[in-house]
């Protein structure tokens, strides 16, 4: 864990400052969740805070409070540049590399703000003046939850601030399953709905607001799951043109990764997507126990994130990426078998 003088900030907080807080290219819930949870906590103190998101985040997210107030870089390069050099503080989120924010990369390298990195993945940069990292954390949100903590200012969390924070913990940690699940994340979670999360709502609006499209893309992603018993891995792979039939929409693949964790005897699991605009293939990673996606990410496709949970991509066909993961499999086989 990197806890750099982040109680120092408080100086830095002293006076009102115009704030942006950035979450990594692709928002999920924990990036988002930690990115509004702040706002709304920096905003109450009488700051003027910004939340600049690299691109577009799902549907089942943009029912939190504050949602409205947030900029996609993407979709609005010259006003989020403007708040990003007029910004004398910038709170980075849920990301360790600043390569992490894609296009927004440019632009932060070139400002003069004060960075603070809070962060659970490995391998922090150091590019933040004040880096509080740990990656035995459940998620960015449950650091979040602390930070306000350690600023003596637990009191102030709001139950917009609880829901967003909620939200995160939540979304990361498989609705409190992984075993990033402290008894310290049940704490932080109890305290939260003291503070006003209506946890039975949160639920319902991330995980019941499926459509019809959607649940049929996962019919098709499910008959295109392919196991390798002996091997105790299992893939699933989604073609542009199955994305297309399906009307697919940001978001919409969220999850389905873990299906092939739910087989029994199975600890590796992976879902493959065509980006046919993007010229590439996303790809998740999932494990159980101690096979480590995080370096197989990382070794084979220019990835990256947690043990239990990582992501990369292939420049390959999606055919082609499909033989390139099967080919090197055998050489995980005694981690795999043991
Ligand atoms: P997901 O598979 O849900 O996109 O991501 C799982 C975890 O891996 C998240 O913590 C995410 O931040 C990280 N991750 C996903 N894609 C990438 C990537 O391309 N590079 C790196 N370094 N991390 C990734
Ligand atoms: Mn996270």
New binding site residues.
């Given amino acids: 864990m990197i806890d750099t003088r982040i109680l120092e900030i408080t100086a830095e907080l002293a006076g009102a400052k115009n704030i942006v807080i950035v979450p990594?290219k692709?928002p999920?819930g924990?990036?988002i969740g930690a990115s509004l949870g702040l706002y709304h906590f920096l905003k109450d103190k009488g700051h003027a805070p910004q939340v600049i998101a690299p691109n577009d985040y799902p549907h089942f997210l943009k029912w939190l409070p504050g949602t409205e107030d947030v900029l996609i870089y993407e979709s609005n390069t010259d006003k989020a540049h403007e708040f990003i050099s007029k910004a004398e503080i910038i709170f980075t989120l849920?990301?360790?590399?600043l390569?992490?924010c894609g296009s927004m990369q440019d632009a932060l390298l070139e400002s003069e703000a004060v960075f603070v990195m809070i962060d659970h993945?490995q391998e922090p940069s150091d590019y933040a003046d004040y880096t509080y990292s740990d990656s035995t954390m459940s998620s960015t949100c449950e650091m979040v939850y602390r930070f306000i903590d350690k600023l003596r200012a637990s009191k102030k969390i709001t139950p917009e601030i609880a829901t967003c924070l909620y939200t995160g913990i939540m979304t990361?940690t498989g609705s409190f399953r992984f075993s990033s699940t402290s008894s310290d994340t049940h704490r932080t979670i109890a305290d939260l709905i003291d503070k006003g999360a209506v946890n039975d709502q949160i639920h319902n609006n991330v995980f019941d607001t499926n459509s019809q499209d959607k649940l049929q893309l996962l019919g098709t992603a499910l008959q295109n799951l392919c196991v390798n018993n002996e091997l105790r891995t299992a893939y699933i792979s989604l073609s542009q043109e199955e994305l297309d039939r399906h009307n697919f929409k940001k978001g919409d693949t969220?999850g389905f990764?873990n299906y092939g964790l739910s087989l029994e005897g199975i600890i590796f699991a992976v879902?493959f997507i065509e980006k046919e605009n993007e010229d590439m293939v996303?790809?998740?990673?999932?494990s159980k126990g101690d096979f480590d996606v995080?370096k197989f990410?990382?070794a084979h496709?220019?990835?990256?994130?947690?043990i239990n949970?990582?992501?990369?991509?292939s420049d390959l066909s999606l055919n082609d990426t499909i033989v390139k993961f099967n080919s090197i499999l055998p050489e995980y086989r005694e981690e795999l078998t043991k």
């Fill in positions: 990594h692709g999920d924990d990036a849920d990301f360790n590399h390569s992490r993945h990361d969220e990764v879902i996303k790809i998740s990673f999932r995080n990410a990382r496709f220019e990835g990256g994130g947690h949970a990582a992501g990369g991509k």
